[in-house]
Every structure is written in structure tokens, then in C-alpha cells.
């Protein structure tokens, strides 16, 4: 606990020293950036060393009179520092040399932001009462809020930073009362009170739903998930990577912590909710994914996506845990808890890539990127590995997660509800199909921007990122590579935090740091180090092969050009192209606008905007109506004195007759 909070009190120092030299972007890059990643390593070596440890209790004498912060390091919290801790020390190296002059608000402020963003992150986790939850959940939003619009002078990017903090106060209200209702009448807002209240089914159930709501607009769960593809593009690339890969893990973290935890009793079909909103969630934004032309809002309807795998999930552990099936349970929380840390590195990664070519290129659109492999051969190979764990390909992490998803749902037994037992085997066909699509939309992803041919000259200039970057980077990259080859070492870990959620649970892990046995090894085993030394033997022995055959002979002959002699670099396939089957399978997802050219016109033109169902069929509607009801609300200020007095007068009464 005093490390975790050493490293919380270096970010904020940090923060503040940012402000002595608020101008000097080589201070605040090459001094201040580097050291938040050492405190970051810090709070992720303090929390892998409280994992295994018995919970820790701390107050500081913080906020108001009488209501002091009260901290807990227990293993569920202790699990989410550390993918916090690991994932800022990446993206803090990175940042140390992503930010330029010029980019917003000053390099001293936007250091004090992210370090507070960071350090309110770790608050929500330590936090033990609804009152410093809810102070650092506050603060959280706020400093992301000011980091999302740090180019504030552009109206786009301010539009996406209210749409950001609308959703994030209705998910903040929401929880307000959650904790409200978990209090059971004791007006005791510390956790341990709201552990020991007594709930019936019906206000465990409003607890619960109000806790849906507020996480769920925290991670982006469908359907509100819309300040996500408007605020990640908005967002500096640093600040996405944190957002997508750690912000969205505080719901997580916390709809746990109400569902598993404060809750007394779990009924099953609040598992059955989650696991179909996850599961929509994720097809959802696959599908969105598909037909994406700018490569930060790509990134981020594949974050809807992991998030829908997340929840689903999360609704499969509950509803398991609810039937008394605890090794099942186990296995499917174990699959959350897993994928939960994949993402955080993964998409990372990603974003921080992204980051690198909007430098390199000033290009957002993939309509207009392609060949960079050769320019920028370190964020391209670095970026290969993300995508690759991404899909889901062995040996990376990202398989592993999904694979033991997928496991939790094949050894389902007959589960004694009718409904859920005909749910399961629908949601690991939705769950298959979602893994296959999401595989599709990285290839397009990797393959327009990094393969084929320059699309515009001036991408011919791109240069590859820096010492710092590349360190950053590397990093992350590491991480999905280590997380993918030794699953077993990670259960290991994760049987702790397991063992605290749900109690005496079984310990999954069976096998050894060869072999992954989540249950029964008559059922399935994955090895991944025996798939990468024979994926390794395989490629050897075609080295050899042809060596031998060939004689070590290399033959240059020009590329197949499909008969057209003439080969251009806007012949290549584009992302429209790789998102057009999609947008005719799942055309009644999107809402689509069509510009069709006829035979006769002279300058023909082909447009097509995908938008999004839910935007125009209730978002804005509600706008609409609020808008509605403020104008007429308006009236009221445009009178006289004498009707002023008259409408408090009224309000008086009214409110004494209510009284009386």
C-alpha cells in the first residue's frame, strides 16, 4: 500500500513540477514524461507484490470535515494497478517524445492533466467509500475531459468533449444513486457498511441496473457507446491509449466490485443482461469497425468490440455464480480478467502507432495511407504484433483470453434456467463470428496503412519515430508477447484475485508453464510455446528447403499486374473496399446515405455515409426534445420583475402544500 501511494503521490508531484516551466517541451518530455513511467513501474512491481497478500485498509486525512479517504489494496484492486501501472509505463515513455510544440495547451499544463488523469485512475481503484470513489471518478472524467480537447480551438474536438462529459455525468448520477441505494438505510457510505446491509431481490436489482448504466457509459458499452469513436479521434494518441486501454477498465473494475462484492447475493439474470449486451456490444462494433475509413475511430469501434467480449464475459461469470457452478465461473471470470489486461496492451499499442504515422504523415484517413512498412519499419513491425494479438492469433494474448472464453462457454453443462440454457450456445456462436470479424478489420487495418503502395506522394517524406517512441512501443509490444507465451504463470495470478471475487473458488490452473489446462485436460490443452517452436521449425525447415533446392539462387521477375500494364497505387484495394461486403451483410446495422452517379452525368460521383442507427433514432430525438423543452423554459426569463415574484410566490406555495 505505501508504494502503490508513493507512486500516486510522484504523479502528482510530477504534475505540479510541470508547471515551473509550463513552456519548455524538452523539461517536460525528457525529464518530467520519463519519470512518470518509473513511478508507473513502481505501482505495477506494488501490486503484482499485494496480489497474493491479505486485503490492506488505510485512511488518508483528505476531503471534507469528517470524511476522510478511505483505501483498500485488496487482490481485485491490486490486479487493476497493475495493468495500470504496466500500461502508463509504456505510454509514458512514449510520450516523453510523442508531444510537439504547438499541439494545444501548453506542454506544462497537459503534463499536469495526464499525471492527474493517471493518479485519479489509481484513486478509483484504492478507493473504499462511495465518497472517495466518486471524488476520484469526478476528477477522472474531468481530467480526461481537458485532455480530449486539448486542441480546444478546433469546434469538432470541443463538440466530441461535451458529447464525452454528457455520458460521463449521467454515468456519474447514476452511480450516485447506485451507492445510494447499497447504503440499505444505514446511511453509512463506506463499503464495508454497504457489504454488511441487507438488500432484497428487488433494490439488489436496482443496485444493479444503476451500476449497469453508470459503468456501462464509462466502458462504452452499446448503447452508449457514442462519445467513444467521437472522442478517440479527438484525443492525442497517448491519451487514446490510456482512455481505450485503462480508463475503460475502471468500469470494469467497478461493476465487479458492485456485482461480486457490495452485493450480497447474485441472481442469474443479471448475468443473462450482460452477457447479451456484451455480446451485442461486440458485434456491434466489429461490424462498425468494418467500414471505418479514419484510423483512430477504427481503433475505436474495436474497443465497443473488446468491451462487448469484456462484458460478456463478466455475464457469463455471474450467471455461473449464480447457478452455484463455481469452477465455470471461475474459468469465465478468469477469461474477463484476462482479455481486460490483452486490451490494455494491445490497444495501446495500437493507438500509440497511430500516433506515430499522424506525425509521420499528418494523415488520418487510410484512403490516403499505405507502403509506410518501408518508411517506418519500427512502428510497422512493433504495430504487426498489436494486430496480430488483436485478431486473436496463437501464440500472442490476445488468443488466449478468447480461447478461454470460448472454453467457458463449449463445457457448458445443462444449465437448470430454459432461456439461459439457449443463450449460451447462441452467444459462443456470436462470440466465433465476432473473433473471425474482428481478424478481418485488422488485416484491413495493418494492410492499408503499412503494405502495398504509397497512396499519396508526400508519404514518401514519413520518417520513422523516435528513441523514446520506439521504447514505448517496444514495451507494450513486449507485453502481448510475454502475456501470450506463459498463460499459466498468469493464471497463477489471477486464481488470487478469483479466489477474493468469488470466494473459495477452484484453482484453475492444472497444467504447467508448458501446457494450459483451464479445467479438464481430457477437454483441451494450449501450449503456446510448443505452437511458436514448431511455427519456428516449420519456417526453418522451408528456409532449408528451398535453399537447398534452389541453390541459394533468388530470381527477380515483375509482380503478376492482373493484365493492366499500368499499375497505379490507387488500383490497390482500399478500405472502402474491404468494408463494402460487410456493409451489404449487416446493412441493417448501419444507416447509409447514398450519392449514386446515372449514366448521363458528365462528372459522376460515388458517395456513401454509414452513420450510426441508434445516433438518429434516440440521441437525437432526446436532443431534440431538450431542446425543445429549454426554449420554452427560456420564456420565463423574458418577462418582468413583477412576474419574477409572482413565479417564486407560486413555487412557495406549491412547496408548502407539498410539505403540509
Not at 580 to 604: C, S, Y
Amino acid at each position: 500500500m505505501t508504494l502503490a501511494l508513493a507512486a500516486l503521490l510522484g504523479w502528482g508531484l510530477i504534475g505540479l513540477l510541470g508547471l515551473l516551466r509550463p513552456a519548455s517541451l524538452v523539461y517536460v518530455g525528457r525529464v518530467l514524461f520519463p519519470l512518470g513511467a518509473l513511478c508507473a513501474l513502481l505501482l505495477a512491481l506494488a501490486a503484482l507484490a499485494a496480489l497474493p497478500a491479505e486485503p490492506r485498509h488505510m485512511i488518508l486525512p483528505l476531503g471534507l470535515p469528517g470524511l476522510p479517504f478511505s483505501l483498500r489494496l485488496d487482490p481485485l484492486s491490486a490486479f487493476f494497478l497493475f495493468l495500470l501501472g504496466g500500461t502508463a509505463a509504456g505510454v509514458s515513455a512514449f510520450s516523453a517524445g510523442y508531444f510537439r510544440a504547438g499541439d494545444g495547451a501548453s506542454p506544462g499544463l497537459l503534463c499536469l492533466q495526464y499525471h492527474a488523469f493517471l493518479a485519479s485512475m489509481a484513486l478509483v481503484m484504492l478507493a473504499d467509500d462511495a465518497y472517495s470513489f466518486m471524488v476520484s471518478w469526478e476528477t477522472m472524467a474531468l481530467a480526461s475531459f481537458f485532455l480530449v480537447t486539448t486542441q480546444h480551438r478546433i469546434p469538432e474536438i470541443r463538440s466530441a468533449g461535451f458529447l464525452y462529459l454528457l455520458l460521463a455525468h449521467l454515468g456519474a448520477i447514476s452511480l450516485l444513486l447506485c451507492f445510494g441505494v447499497l447504503q440499505g438505510g444505514s446511511w453509512q457510505f463506506s463499503f464495508d457498511a454497504m457489504r454488511a446491509a441487507h438488500l432484497d431481490p428487488t433494490w439488489s436489482s436496482v443496485a444493479f441496473l444503476l451500476a449497469m448504466l453508470g459503468f456501462g457509459a464509462k466502458a462504452g458499452l452499446v448503447p452508449l457507446h457514442v462519445w467513444l469513436p467521437e472522442a478517440h479521434p479527438a484525443a492525442p494518441s497517448p491519451v487514446s491509449a490510456l482512455m481505450s486501454g485503462v480508463m475503460l477498465k475502471t468500469a470494469i473494475y467497478g461493476i465487479l466490485r458492485v456485482s461480486f462484492d457490495l452485493l450480497p447475493v447474485q441472481q442469474w439474470w443479471w448475468g443473462a443482461l450482460a452477457l447479451a449486451l456484451g455480446l451485442f456490444s461486440a458485434l456491434f462494433g466489429v461490424v462498425f469497425a468494418a467500414v471505418q475509413t479514419d484510423m483512430k475511430r477504427l481503433l475505436a469501434y474495436s474497443s465497443i468490440e473488446n468491451i462487448g467480449i469484456v462484458f460478456a464475459g463478466f455475464g457469463l461469470a455471474l450467471m455461473f455464480h449464480a447457478f452455484g457452478m463455481s469452477a465455470l465461473a471461475a474459468l469465465a471470470l478468469a477469461a474477463t480478467l484476462y482479455h481486460c489486461l490483452n486490451h490494455a496492451f494491445f490497444k495501446s499499442l495500437l493507438f500509440l502507432a497511430t500516433g506515430s504515422v499522424l506525425h509521420a504523415t499528418h494523415e488520418r484517413s487510410l484512403g490516403k495511407l499505405g507502403g509506410l512498412m518501408r518508411r517506418m519499419p519500427w512502428v510497422a513491425w512493433l504495430a504487426l504484433i498489436g494486430t496480430l494479438a488483436i485478431a486473436g492469433l496463437p501464440p500472442l494474448n490476445g488468443f488466449v483470453s478468447e480461447w478461454l472464453l470460448l472454453q467457458s462457454f463449449l463445457f457448458t453443462p445443462e444449465i437448470p434456467q430454459p432461456f439461459a440454457n439457449m443463450l449460451v450456445p447462441l452467444g459462443a456462436a456470436v462470440l466465433a463470428l465476432t473473433a473471425a470479424l474482428a481478424a478481418y478489420v485488422m488485416v484491413k487495418f495493418y494492410g492499408v496503412i503499412f503494405l502495398g503502395r504509397m497512396r499519396e506522394p508526400a508519404l514518401d517524406e514519413a520518417r520513422d519515430c523516435g528513441r523514446l517512441e520506439r521504447i514505448g512501443l517496444a514495451w507494450l509490444a513486449l507485453g502481448c508477447v510475454v502475456l501470450g507465451l506463459v498463460p499459466s504463470v498468469v493464471l497463477g495470478y489471477l486464481d488470487q484475485v478469483i479466489g477474493s471475487v468469488l470466494g473459495n473458488s477452484p484453482a484453475l490452473r492444472e497444467g504447467s508453464i508448458w501446457l494450459l489446462v483451464p479445467l479438464s485436460e481430457h477437454r483441451a490443452s494450449y501450449s503456446p510455446i510448443v505452437f511458436l517452436l514448431g511455427s519456428a521449425l516449420v519456417l526453418a525447415l522451408t528456409a532449408l528447403v528451398a535453399k537447398r533446392a534452389y541453390h541459394g539462387r533468388v530470381r527477380r521477375a515483375p509482380a503478376w499486374d492482373c493484365g493492366f500494364a499500368g499499375q497505379t497505387p490507387r488500383m490497390q484495394d482500399t478500405a472502402e473496399g474491404f468494408g463494402q461486403p460487410i456493409r451489404h451483410i449487416f446493412g441493417p446495422f448501419f444507416r447509409m446515405r447514398r450519392e449514386l452517379p446515372t449514366p448521363f452525368d458528365t462528372d459522376p460521383v460515388y458517395r456513401v455515409q454509414v452513420e450510426d442507427r441508434i445516433w438518429s433514432a434516440f440521441y437525437l430525438p432526446v436532443a431534440n426534445a431538450v431542446l425543445a423543452v429549454a426554449g420554452w423554459v427560456g420564456h420565463l426569463q423574458r418577462g418582468r420583475i413583477s412576474a419574477y415574484l409572482l413565479y417564486s410566490f407560486v413555487t412557495l406555495l406549491t412547496l408548502l402544500v407539498i410539505v403540509l
